[in-house]
């Protein structure tokens, strides 16, 4: 099982960039999946999940209304659209799936059993 992210780079605050998550190996359609994010010199935090059918979402209040999580089912795939990035957005992204099939959507890490290698997001002001 793989999970391979891709999209991020350097942008100017107030930009936007759309990271993606490719999973292989099996599918993930009946799985919760979610996004979080490690900053230089501090822990892993969640920034967002959705839920196996695409139908619920949920964010964390440091990016919430400026973050949209989506999902590809028949493509195994799911992205994070970031708009108005901010300095404090910057940090290694890392795509997640949760355990157990059909489960509820959860903001801890500890419940996701696969992650993909995570991609770079530079935020300059």
């Known amino acids: 099982v793989q999970l391979q992210a891709s999209g991020g780079g350097l942008v100017q605050a107030g930009g936007s960039l759309r990271l993606s998550c490719a999973a292989s190996g099996r599918t993930f359609g009946g799985y919760v999946m979610g996004w979080f994010r490690q900053a230089p010199g501090k822990e892993r935090e969640f920034v967002a999940s959705?839920?196996?059918?695409?139908?619920?979402?949920s964010y964390s209040d440091s990016v919430k209304g400026r973050f949209t999580i989506s999902r590809e089912n028949a493509k195994n795939r799911v992205f994070l659209h970031m708009n108005s990035l901010k300095p404090e957005d910057t940090a290694v992204y890392y795509c997640a799936v949760h355990s157990g099939a059909y489960g509820t959507m959860s903001t801890s890490g500890n419940r996701y059993d696969y992650w993909g290698q995570g991609t770079l997001v530079t935020v300059s002001s």
């Open positions: 959705i839920s196996w059918t695409g139908s619920s979402t």
